[in-house]
């Protein structure tokens, strides 16, 4: 019988906790069994694919909060604002939890929860994008961009590439302004 209190979430939870504290290398299922409180095999009650399903549940996790946080950042607005709020949120979620972004899958496994949190991230960001008028293929184009410009922003800061003495809050500032006014003379289409 599973122990009271422990789930299938609650395992990520432990294991999000342990990888925010140490980084995904310290990821073993008796870590996690440790920090939970119980013997390693009585993860398998609620992981029954061992570490692999538990990387899997972690990336979903992880996918499904950034969705939330960049969902959550572009109520009420639109456009510039919108944008804005969206990389903002984008690079909060990155700098606060820079070892569980790590865990983010960019090309998710054709796992349907994996792929409908992912497209629900995607998603979001086309809907800001709806502001500016873009749909089809400039649609898909401008959400590429903007997601290789956060991911690729918040990879190098995570990564300490930035070493320079200029202030990294404006460099991001820049960053995003660039984005917010490269959107506003987008190609409509193709």
Known sequence: MPRAG????????????????QGSDGLTLA??????????????KHVTGGLTELRRLIAVR??????????????????????TAL?????????????RYAAL????????????A??????????VLDGYGLT??????????????????????AGGAFRMAADLTVTRQRLIRVVVEGLRVWPAAG
């Not at 870590?31 to 398998?44: E, F, H, K, Q």
């Not at 992880?62 to 944008?83: C, I, K, N, P, Q």
């Not at 990389?87 to 070892?99: I, K, S, T, V």
């Not at 960019?106 to 409908?116: G, I, S």
């Open 6 to 21: 422990l789930s299938p979430a609650a395992v990520v939870d432990h294991a999000l906790e342990l990888i925010d504290a």
């Open 31 to 44: 870590a996690v069994a440790a920090r939970a409180g119980v013997a390693t095999p009585s993860l398998y």
């Open 62 to 83: 992880v996918t499904e909060e950034l969705a939330e946080r960049l969902a959550d950042s572009a109520v009420g607005r639109s456009r510039d604002e919108a944008m």
């Open 87 to 99: 990389l903002n949120a984008y690079l909060d979620y990155a700098e606060q939890h820079p070892r």
């Open 105 to 116: 899958p960019q090309a998710p496994d054709p796992d349907p929860d994996l792929t409908r």
């Open 118 to 127: 992912a497209a629900r991230l995607v998603g979001v960001i086309i809907t």
């Open 136 to 157: 089809g293929d400039e649609s898909v184009h401008a959400a590429r961009a903007v997601r290789s410009t956060a991911h690729g922003f918040a990879s190098l800061a």
